[in-house]
């Protein structure tokens, strides 16, 4: 079974970072894409970012690009999204997820696994 579980959320101040993890089992880790998603109250869900299965791709939304980073350990099953230069408009729930394919997409549908989400906050 499949088990994604985000840690890391919290409040923090605009320009402010904050990391997130995702700690993967289950899964078949070093050949799996993995993506960060968000939900805003009230929003859709919206794709933040991708990383291949090697690590070696990653792809961004606009909106995040420059600012936030994804990377992960193969060793240890965990993926993270490093955010820098916080703004208010970041506030929602994050939630990572676990492709089956090498190379992931920001369509959500391209995601099997999902984990609960963590809320991240971000005052102005």
């Known amino acids: 079974q499949v088990h994604l579980v985000e840690s890391g959320g919290g409040l923090v101040q605009a320009g402010d970072s904050l990391r997130l993890s995702c700690a993967v089992s289950g899964l078949t880790f070093g050949t799996s894409a993995m993506g960060w998603f968000r939900q805003a109250p009230g929003k859709e869900r919206e794709f933040v970012g991708t990383?291949?299965?090697?690590?070696?791709?990653?792809y961004y939304n606009d909106s995040v690009k420059g600012r936030f980073a994804i990377s992960r350990d193969n060793a240890k099953n965990t993926v993270y999204l490093q955010m820098s230069n916080l703004k208010p408009e970041d506030t929602a729930t994050y939630y990572c997820?676990?492709?089956?394919?090498?190379?992931?997409?920001?369509?959500?549908?391209?995601?099997?696994?999902w984990g609960h989400g963590t809320q991240v906050t971000v005052s102005s």
């Open positions: 997820a676990g492709s089956p394919h090498m190379y992931g997409s920001q369509f959500a549908t391209n995601y099997d696994y």
């Open positions: 990383i291949s299965g090697s690590g070696t791709f990653t």
